[in-house]
């Protein structure tokens, strides 16, 4: 007989993360990217579609507050860049929206919900290269889960979040979920993670 802690059933919609912890995290990422990028003038913060698009403007309003500048922001669909395509069912494409400002010669900072395989990064990367030419190019993730595929790390990271490859971590926003939550769900026997 299993310990309610330990059965997959414990760990359904288990919250890892609430509205307070991911405003801290947020908050503490945006100290860490005017840290970097010595004072975040020549920053632009790219949301990767969904998620990442409101957590990209949420940070993009922390490093204002703590620095009196207005940073650039847009989002990245990266759904045509994709390996694996043929693999999931279509999806809808949104939206790409760079700032005035372009990319080219600034440093690009990725935001992403969750880093898992690596797949959803290098698929922005290849987006954003036919977007410019960046100086530099950084990764903030909300949630790191490990398991990657492919060579890649994020430079900020909200929380480190070992799981198992049967679970999936949920990332809920308000702009768009109504709640600020970070879940621990078992997988459905098909399907994929969260890149």
């Known amino acids: 007989m299993m310990c309610a802690a330990t059965s997959p059933a414990a760990r359904q919609g288990l919250a890892v993360l609430d509205a307070?912890?991911?405003?801290?995290?947020?908050?503490?990422?945006?100290?860490?990217?005017?840290?970097r990028t010595h004072g975040g003038e020549q920053a632009v913060l790219l949301g990767i579609q969904t998620r990442g698009v409101p957590l990209a403007r949420r940070l993009a309003a922390r490093i204002g507050e703590?620095?009196?500048?207005?940073?650039?922001?847009?989002?990245?669909?990266?759904?045509?860049h994709r390996d694996d395509l043929r693999l999931r069912p279509a999806r809808a494409l949104g939206r790409t929206e760079l700032p005035a400002s372009g990319v080219d010669g600034r440093i690009v900072v990725l935001v992403d919900d969750v880093l898992y395989?690596?797949?959803?990064?290098?698929?922005?990367l290849d987006a954003l290269n036919d977007l410019g030419r960046p100086r530099a190019v950084q990764l903030a993730v909300l949630v790191d889960r490990g398991h990657r595929e492919l060579p890649i790390r994020a430079d900020y990271v909200g929380k480190n979040l070992p799981t198992s490859q049967r679970e999936t971590v949920r990332v809920l926003v308000a702009e768009t979920d109504g709640t600020d939550a970070v879940l621990i769900?078992?997988?459905a026997t098909t399907g994929g993670g969260r890149g």
């Open 20 to 35: 307070e912890e991911i405003r801290r995290a947020l908050t503490r990422i945006a100290h860490e990217i005017l840290e």
């Open 117 to 124: 395989s690596g797949r959803t990064v290098r698929a922005a």
């Open 66 to 80: 703590f620095e009196g500048i207005d940073v650039p922001c847009g989002s990245l669909d990266v759904t045509l």
């Open 185 to 187: 769900d078992e997988k």
